[in-house]
């Protein structure tokens, strides 16, 4: 599948600040401006508390920012929509469907009849490598399998965006391998626009089109970086490795700002106390 012409996410302006436990004001993003080409892999890094899940969450209309806009396709997000499909770490199932039901769910919200949410759900099932365990409960699998199957739901309804918010980070390292290995095939095959949140340095070079890379908080965007390595990539070739040199350079000098802005807010936390 040919990937679509245009932008499919436009930030205009983006910031975010909050009220802390205090009563203080914290600035967790400062003002973003970011184009995302239709089909685009997306990858974001930046240090803990950066605010990276901040700013998935505004773009799935799961959260309101305090300055700015972001438009999808051209239309402002103004809350969650079944166009805009989401892969959280924690799995995020309905422990009470079965694996097929959890698939279905986006689709029977689209209006399909129960034959064809069930021959979708199934394609992407078996995309996924589980089209055996179909009518099982979500309880009998493993979180790999379980995260295959958040996997399978987001893609099931054709949405025009697909936002992954560390979806691999509580997995094994093989397991993790495998299902990056899954993802881009999925994604090659129906080249979905994805925003795709991890603190990995190889998994982001693994997957990406390009790689912003976010400052400490106040979060902002540090650099852009095209990676131009054809899929699959060889993790161990000297270019990959150029690749994770040069992002974690920049990320380190990050994570001794993330550390003084951490510190700063135990001490006025403390004085307020």
């Known amino acids: 599948m040919t990937r679509r012409p245009g932008k499919a996410i436009s930030i205009r302006g983006i910031?975010?600040?909050?009220?802390?436990?205090?009563?203080?004001?914290?600035?967790?993003?400062?003002?973003?401006d970011l184009e995302i080409g239709a089909g685009e892999f997306l990858v974001v890094v930046g240090p803990s508390g950066c605010g990276k899940s901040t700013l998935a969450n505004i773009l799935a209309g799961f959260g309101k920012p305090t300055?700015?806009?972001?438009?999808?396709?051209?239309?402002?997000?103004?809350?969650?929509?079944?166009?805009?499909?989401?892969?959280?770490?924690?799995?995020?199932?309905?422990?009470?469907?079965?694996?097929?039901?959890?698939?279905?769910?986006?689709?029977?919200?689209?209006?399909?009849?129960?034959?064809?949410?069930?021959?979708?759900?199934?394609g992407y099932l078996q995309s996924v490598g589980l089209a055996d365990f179909a009518d099982r409960q979500v309880d009998e699998l493993s979180g790999g399998m379980k995260q295959r199957v958040a996997i399978a739901r987001a893609f099931a309804p054709e949405p025009s965006v697909i936002f992954m918010d560390e979806p691999f980070g509580a997995l094994d390292a093989l397991t993790r391998r495998a299902l990056q290995k899954q993802l881009l095939q999925i994604w090659e095959e129906h080249r979905k626009t994805v925003?795709?949140?991890?603190?990995?340095?190889?998994?982001?070079?693994?997957?990406?089109?390009?790689?912003?890379?976010?400052?400490?908080?106040?979060?902002?965007?540090?650099?852009?970086?095209?990676?131009?390595?054809?899929?699959?990539?060889?993790?161990?070739s000297a270019a990959f490795r150029d690749y994770e040199r040069s992002i974690y350079a920049q990320l380190d000098e990050e994570l001794v700002k993330s550390f003084a802005v951490e510190a700063a807010d135990l001490r006025q936390g403390a004085a307020a106390d």
Do not use: C
């Open 15 to 32: 910031a975010m600040t909050y009220a802390s436990a205090s009563g203080s004001a914290v600035e967790a993003l400062a003002p973003i």
């Open 67 to 122: 300055a700015g806009v972001a438009l999808i396709e051209g239309t402002p997000i103004t809350g969650p929509a079944i166009d805009r499909g989401m892969v959280f770490q924690s799995y995020a199932l309905f422990p009470w469907l079965s694996v097929t039901g959890n698939v279905e769910f986006g689709l029977e919200r689209k209006g399909l009849s129960k034959s064809a949410r069930r021959e979708v759900a199934l």
């Open 195 to 236: 925003l795709f949140i991890t603190h990995s340095v190889p998994e982001a070079i693994f997957l990406a089109d390009r790689i912003i890379v976010m400052t400490a908080r106040p979060g902002s965007i540090k650099t852009e970086i095209r990676v131009a390595l054809s899929h699959p990539r060889d993790t161990t």
